[in-house]
C-alpha cells in the first residue's frame, strides 16, 4: 500500500491556473493514453483538497461528459476543508480537518489494502510528505506554461530524496515522470 501524489503539471509547474481552472491540461492529451486507468483500479481511497473538490463539484457536466458520472470515483473520499460544502450526489465523502496524520489509518483501513491517492492539492500532497506518509509522486507534465497559478508542491523538498524511477511519454504533449520518496 502506497501513499501517492498523481497529478498533471505545467511545464513550470503549476497544477491549476489562480482562479483553479484545469482548461490549460485537456488540448494535452487524452486520459485513456495516460497511466490513470491502471492507476485507478489500484487505488482504494482518495484524500483530496477543497479546491479541487469544489471543481470537480462546479463542473460535474464537464466530468460526466468526460468519466460518464458527475463523481467519478467508486473509492471513499476524504475532503480537508475548513469549510462546509454541499455533498456530491453518490459520493462516498468524508470531511477532514486538521493534520492528515489524525485521518491517515481511516483512510488505510477504507483502502483494504489499496493505494491511497492525493488528488490535487499542492499544498495537501506537501502536507503528507511533512508528515513522512508520501511514498511516490506521478505526475504528468505538460507543454504548457501558467506564468503562475496554484503549484504543484508548494515546499522546499531536499530530504529525503526524490528518486526518479520511470519516466514515460504520452503523446506529443506529455510525459510522466515518477518518484519515489525516500526516507
Not at 16 to 26: K, M
Amino acid at each position: 500500500m502506497k501513499i501517492q501524489y498523481y497529478v498533471a503539471s505545467s511545464l513550470d509547474g503549476f497544477i491549476a491556473t489562480e482562479d483553479d481552472s484545469l482548461d490549460w491540461l485537456f488540448p494535452l492529451g487524452s486520459v485513456q493514453d495516460s497511466s490513470y486507468p491502471d492507476f485507478i483500479g489500484q487505488v482504494g481511497a482518495l484524500a483530496m483538497g477543497s479546491a479541487t473538490y469544489d471543481w470537480i463539484r462546479t463542473h460535474s457536466d464537464e466530468v460526466a461528459a468526460e468519466t460518464g458520472a458527475a463523481w467519478p470515483y467508486t473509492q471513499p473520499t476524504w475532503v480537508f476543508t475548513h469549510r462546509d460544502l454541499p455533498v456530491v450526489a453518490g459520493a462516498d465523502v468524508r470531511w477532514a480537518r486538521g493534520n492528515v496524520v489524525d485521518v491517515v489509518e481511516d483512510m488505510r483501513a477504507a483502502a483494504n489494502g489499496k493505494n491511497i491517492w492525493v488528488v490535487g492539492g499542492g499544498d495537501l500532497a506537501g502536507q503528507f510528505h511533512d508528515a513522512g506518509l508520501l511514498d511516490e509522486l506521478i505526475v504528468q507534465v505538460g507543454s504548457a506554461t501558467l506564468g503562475r497559478g496554484k503549484p504543484l508542491l508548494p515546499r522546499q523538498i531536499l530530504g529525503p530524496v526524490l528518486r526518479l524511477v520511470s519516466t514515460r511519454q504520452m503523446g506529443t504533449g506529455m510525459v510522466e515522470l515518477r518518484y519515489e520518496v525516500g526516507q
